[in-house]
């Protein structure tokens, strides 16, 4: 596998240095010519990697410089993350049934194709879905996963009520892959109008968001994008 990208290596510094409490909310970032400089990487490079943190609400920017975001995170042990995904629950709680809204191979935003390490005009699975209880709307997710793995796994493209339930577990069993890194990043803001949509609320209306990313060795397994309306909550279960 090749080495990450210098983008992604000053990503995840300044990324690791916000959720471990190092850099606090509201605390400026260095300029960009003072982290092309510290890194020995291009002003584009540095743009790409904060676009990316701004992307996942990390940072702000305004006219006068690059700030860690006010909304505060939490963030469980890389440890106890790992346990949990190595269990591959379903994101589903008892009672709870999905329905998929969208299942494409299509060419993703940039932001997506930089998390694969995909090359100009490559293709990812896109899957769009809504979870609920009776007429309660509980996540609204989209989850995507490397092309090839539509061949191994057909139900990545199927839409059919009942094939989403387990899917993740179907893809690793397929694959021969194992998780070995994962990463859960959640925060509270107001939903967009696609958001809001989805989940029947009012567009600004208060949701959890959050983005999770399961890999190995030779790269991204999956990543997914998910939010949760206002008055329910998240948990994990981990073992000491």
């Known amino acids: 596998m090749p080495s990450p990208k210098t983008f992604t290596k000053i990503a995840d510094h300044f990324r690791e240095r916000i959720l471990s409490g190092e850099l606090e909310p509201g605390a400026k970032l260095p300029t960009n010519r003072e982290i092309a400089g510290q890194w020995q990487a291009a002003a584009a490079t540095v743009s790409r990697a904060l676009q990316a943190l701004q992307v996942e609400n990390f940072i702000r920017t305004t006219p006068r410089g690059t700030y860690v975001a006010d909304d505060p995170r939490w963030t469980l042990s890389a440890r106890d993350r790992l346990a949990r995904v190595q269990r591959v629950k379903s994101f589903l709680a008892e009672g709870e049934t999905s329905r998929v809204t969208a299942a494409e191979l299509i060419i993703p935003p940039l932001y997506v194709a930089e998390i694969f390490d995909l090359e ?121």
């Open 120 to 240: 100009a005009g490559d293709q990812v699975v896109r899957r769009e879905w809504l979870a609920g209880r009776g007429k309660t709307r509980t996540v609204f997710a989209v989850t995507w996963y490397p092309a090839p793995f539509a061949a191994l796994v057909p139900d990545l493209l199927n839409t059919a009520p009942g094939r989403n339930h387990g899917l993740s577990a179907r893809v690793l069993e397929a694959t021969g892959r194992t998780i070995t890194h994962a990463r859960d990043d959640m925060h509270a803001r107001p939903a967009d109008a696609r958001e809001a949509s989805a989940l029947g609320l009012p567009v600004g209306s208060p949701i959890l968001a959050g983005a999770h990313r399961w890999s190995d060795a030779e790269g991204i397994i999956e990543y997914g994008e998910w939010c949760l309306p206002p008055r329910f909550t998240i948990g994990y279960e981990y073992q000491p």
